[in-house]
């Protein structure tokens, strides 16, 4: 099947390498050379321009947020073909996802969000969850697309489900992170040892990811790689919030968790990993984690 896939970032790059291997793909990136190494490391074709990706069976969108995804499909949308299948990737809007689908149905196109969890190493290694939001038809044809790139694939509703689970968890993620990283801070000033804090946390009803997978690493070896943008956290949990208002819920953990989260973000610069926002609980309380 002839795929286009466009944006190749730290996600985007390891996941049009898997579909690759069992599909005609040919790939778009703003900067170009990333899908020229792209193409040389992996024999995809890099589209001669972005129109070129409109002659694809299916195409993938793999980008920051819904405002980039909603510029590709102004620049495509008159040249789409009928029934060609739209997969938007991207952690994104759940309302843009709905006007999007309307606009590219006019075309004879459907279109299904479908944003993945599992970080970059999940990328690598074709083990993301994916949740796909679109109609049973069209999550039927996107699912063993998807299923290339992930080991669970799950029909979450329709058009713009997807968008809103995925910023609901990294909500949650978010919110994991910041508590566990304030008592460890805590700990390490009481005086206990930031190992023998994390070897209690992870052994008792306190473990997270954040405590398992992620922190560790920072906190102990003082590694903080760039992994997933705090920017790129700072808007899910920004939509998340924006869900929040529309449905008149009260979520006052989530407001916290957004204002905690942004005001990190205007400290750190849009350079910064998510994890870093420890660095700021650390500056907060006049500490350092080493
Ligand atoms: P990156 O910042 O690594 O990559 C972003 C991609 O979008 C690049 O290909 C970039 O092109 C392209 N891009 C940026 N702006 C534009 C624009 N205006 N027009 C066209 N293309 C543009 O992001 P990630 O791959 O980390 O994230 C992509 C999505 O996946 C985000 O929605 C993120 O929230 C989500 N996500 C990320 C995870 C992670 O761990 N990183 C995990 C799960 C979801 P260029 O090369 O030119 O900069």
Redesign the pocket.
């Known amino acids: 099947m002839k795929i286009a896939f466009i ?6 790059f390891p996941m049009a390498r898997h579909l690759s291997k069992q599909h005609e793909l040919i790939v778009w ?3 170009r050379e ?1 899908g020229e190494c792209h193409a040389r490391e992996h024999g995809t074709t890099v589209a001669g321009d972005l129109a070129a990706c409109a002659a694809a069976e299916i195409i993938i969108t ?4 819904s405002r ?1 995804v909603d ?2 499909v102004n620049k495509l949308i008159g040249d789409l073909r009928r029934g060609t299948l739209w997969i938007d ?4 809007d759940p309302n843009v996802s709905r006007q999007t689908a309307v606009r590219l149905a006019t075309r004879g196109v459907p279109f299904v969000d479908a ?6 190493v999940g990328a690598e290694n074709a083990t993301l969850t994916i949740m796909v939001g679109g109609a049973p038809e069209d999550f039927a044809r996107a699912q063993p697309i998807l299923q290339i790139c992930g080991k669970k694939i799950i029909h979450v509703g329709p058009v713009g489900a997807g968008h809103a689970i995925k910023v609901l968890t990294n909500s949650i993620m978010g919110a994991t992170v910041w508590i566990t990283s304030e008592c460890l801070l805590l700990a390490k000033r009481f005086g206990i040892d930031m190992k023998t804090a994390l070897e209690v946390t992870n052994a008792g009803s306190g473990r997270s990811n954040a405590s398992e997978n992620l922190l560790p690493m920072r906190l102990l070896e003082g590694k903080w790689p760039l ?3 705090l920017l ?1 956290h700072d ?2 949990i920004r939509i998340a919030a924006s869900i929040a208002h529309e449905q008149h819920a009260s979520t006052p953990m989530l407001a916290l968790t957004q204002h905690l989260f942004t005001a990190s973000l205007n400290q750190l610069g849009d350079g910064a990993d998510y994890i870093e926002v420890a660095k700021v609980i650390a500056r907060m309380n006049d500490a350092t984690w080493e």
Do not use: C, Q, W
Not at 62 to 65: F, S
Not at 115 to 120: E, H, I, K, N, S
């Open positions: 944006g190749l970032g730290a996600m985007g990136n703003r900067t990333k793999m980008l920051p947020t980039e510029d590709i990737a991207t952690s994104g944003p993945v969890t599992g970080a970059t992994v997933f943008k790129h808007k899910d």
